[in-house]
């Protein structure tokens, strides 16, 4: 099994910048497609940007020319950093990724990380 973990949330003021780790940990032999995930309060949980194994991304359309997604596969983590952050990027961010037991591939979420951006 897996576990995620986040890093690096805080509450900013708009205009600054954050960068977002996940880590992943455990008992797996390939970690694949990884990905982040936001939730606001009372808002369904929504995708924010993901990238193959082989560094393929791809971004929400709010993301895009902000946010920077990447991965260290030596390190079993991914990145996420944020630049311009607006108040509408207040959220909880999930770590999400695809990791291989055995020749099973199992989906895995983090707990999640509060970023404010608030003035």
């Known amino acids: 099994q897996v576990q995620l973990v986040e890093s690096g949330g805080d509450l900013v003021q708009p205009g600054e910048s954050l960068r977002l780790s996940c880590a992943a940990s455990?008992?797996?032999?390939?970690?694949?497609?990884m990905a982040w995930y936001r939730q606001a309060p009372g808002k369904e949980r929504k995708y924010v940007a993901g990238l193959s194994r082989a560094g393929d991304t791809n971004y929400v359309d709010s993301a895009k020319g902000r946010f920077t997604i990447s991965r260290d596969n030596a390190k079993n983590t991914m990145y996420l950093q944020m630049d311009s952050l607006k108040p509408e990027d207040t959220a909880v961010y999930y770590c999400?990724?695809?990791?291989?037991?055995?020749?099973?591939?199992?989906?895995?979420w983090g707990q999640g990380t509060q970023v404010t951006v608030s003035s």
């Open positions: 999400n990724a695809l990791a291989q037991h055995d020749s099973t591939w199992t989906t895995y």
């Open positions: 455990g008992s797996f032999s390939s970690i694949g497609a």
